[in-house]
């Protein structure tokens, strides 16, 4: 009788192991390096950032992070205060419109459905920049220019088609029962759509929360479109003010206070891991 193969070596696999461990290990520290770099470089002084390269500084100071809070005509909280206004909003209005919508795609029967439906996805193939120019002049014409309008309200009207597919793929996993069982205790649809359907979509709820809220808070150039005054002008924006075009630009207070714009991302990024892993992965109930 033919004897099956056998596997390699228990020997060889905590090896094997430990070596996929380190190259992670190995390209994570690649990828983090401009970080460490910048972080290195936000507590030395500005005369030795580009004269010491290693990440480790030999003179630490905390200079730069006092003089680049009070740098600019407003002190940096200020700004982080106008990003933190114009990223809630615009969270607020992607959760509200794009699950209305993904509802209505998901659940409800209306004439066109398909054709509209289809409309929205060609809109993710649209690049952003083409509508650039209509969309300023509709805003001008309306004296919106200057002000947070042109970048929260689109979200409050469901413009942001990638959310409204994640969110209308979820509510399909869902058995179409829970809406029964709801219509046979005499809800509606808004009322299935609050109580039933809502609660059970908190995985692409915060998915889509956490995703607003990073590419909002980063937006560079829709804010400096739009915002141009210096009282209005947000974190990311700000951050642009220390860099001179003469050539004297404060690289360090500039560093110092990238770390402190990337604090928010980060912790709302990590109370939301959980959420957002569950978000990318469901695919129904378990």
């Known amino acids: 009788m033919a004897t099956k193969s056998k596997r390699a070596p228990v020997l060889f696999r905590p090896a094997s192991r ?11 520290l690649f990828m983090l390096y401009p970080l460490l770099w910048m972080i290195s470089s936000s507590v030395k002084p500005e005369n030795l950032i580009f ?6 500084p030999h003179d630490v100071t905390g200079a730069n992070y006092s003089g680049g809070w009070h740098a600019l005509k407003h002190s940096f909280g200020y700004y982080l205060w106008n990003s933190a206004v114009i990223t809630v909003l615009a969270v607020v209005g992607n959760l509200v419109a794009c699950s209305l919508a993904a509802y209505a795609f998901a659940r409800l029967e209306f004439p066109l459905k398909k054709l509209w439906f289809t409309v929205m996805l060609l809109s993710i193939m649209l690049p952003h920049h083409v509508t650039v120019v209509p969309q300023y ?40 029962e829970l809406d029964e069982a709801a219509a046979i205790d005499g809800a509606g649809h808004w009322r299935t759509f609050v109580q039933v359907i809502l609660p059970l979509c908190v995985p692409a709820l915060a998915t889509t929360a956490i995703f607003t809220f990073i590419w909002t808070w980063n937006d560079f150039f829709t804010q400096n479109l739009y915002l141009t005054n210096s009282d209005n002008l947000t974190a990311p924006v700000a951050l642009r003010q220390f860099l001179d075009s003469s050539g004297e630009s404060s690289w360090g207070p500039m560093f110092a206070m990238s770390i402190v714009s990337l604090g928010p991302i980060f912790g709302f990024f990590l109370a939301g891991q959980k959420y957002l892993v569950r978000g990318m992965a469901t695919t129904g109930f378990k």
Do not use: C, Y
């Open 18 to 28: 430990l070596t996929r461990h380190v190259l992670l290990i190995v390209f994570g």
């Open 137 to 176: 002049i509709m805003f001008s014409k309306i004296g919106w220019i200057n002000t947070i309008w042109p970048i929260v309200v689109p979200k409050f009207l469901a413009t942001d088609a990638f959310f409204i597919f994640l969110m209308v793929q979820f509510i399909r996993t869902l058995p179409r």
């Open 51 to 56: 004269r010491e390269p290693g990440l480790l």
